[in-house]
């Protein structure tokens, strides 16, 4: 039997429900995947809860995008992949399950000495953060500010930029600067006086923002310091980027990605994962839970308990 996470009602981390079903049968051009690890994504409690926008709930619906685990069974037509290939699924659906259906298009080779909990961290924070740096047009010699820069997209971002040979600060609570400074970055706590402390950290100037926190402070401070509102991104506030005259990605944005967003951010996933094989990439895992306490993961994580991804395992 496969094990779900679903919900049929919009709500808090309660609504979530485990339930069994049949064993999934892959269709043409489609593999089995027996699960591994989940990354566990903000994304997936704001839809949860209704925070972001979503068709009305008709049936049960489920969680997840990253994954990564072992193919089992290859449905008709599916060449260069068997069983037993261990894989990374990027973008899939209902994700937070025992076993996953999902088509070959999505699959990447997940290198023999990236463990499975690691490869399932990475798909939307490294293709988000890959991806805005590519549209932001982030390179050697800008500075950068990140606002919320110690989550799994910040980490992912300070990394990705520092590659491109930018000069990145980072902001955060004081109780996570340390993390930021390991990854490289100039580390700024938060709060009063923020704009002052980045203008005497960095007297050039700031080049281009990357928001993840959506603050007021945060978006005052972007703009007091960056005149061009092209060069400031966000991932969280995106339904006020037109107001704002800024860029968005996701976010609530109604703007859909492009298909060169969305190739950037497969292009990001594959990066970092080889970042991780070679050892010029980390990703911090914070937590674990068992996949029958999605629930609890959910709570932790909206809490702000957890710095770094959420893994659930399918086994635990």
Known sequence: MQTVVQYTRFGGPEVLEVAEYPDPTPGEGKVLIDVRAVGVNPIDWKLRQGIRPSDPIEKPRRLGNDVSGVITKLGEGVDGWSVGDEVVVRGAYGAYASELVASVGKLVRKPANVSFEDAAALGIPAGTAYQALASLGVGDGDVLLIHGASGAVGQAAIQFAKQRGATVVGTASARNL????????????????????????????????????????????????????????????????????IK????????????????????????????LADGTFQVEIGARYPLRDAAEAHRAGQAGEVRGKIILDPAG
């Not at 703007?255 to 080889?274: S, Y």
């Open 178 to 245: 340390d993390r930021i400074r390991e990854l490289g970055a100039i580390a700024l706590e938060y709060g009063d006086g923020l704009e002052e402390r980045v203008r005497e950290a960095v007297p050039r100037g700031v080049d281009y923002v990357l928001d993840m926190a959506g603050t007021d402070e945060a978006l005052k401070t972007s703009f007091d310091l960056v005149s061009d509102r092209s060069h400031i991104g966000t991932i969280v506030v995106g339904a006020k980027a037109a107001e704002l005259g």
């Open 248 to 275: 968005a990605w996701s976010g609530g944005s109604p703007v859909p990605l492009t298909e060169e967003e969305e190739a950037l951010r497969a292009e990001g996933l594959e990066a970092a994962l080889a970042g």
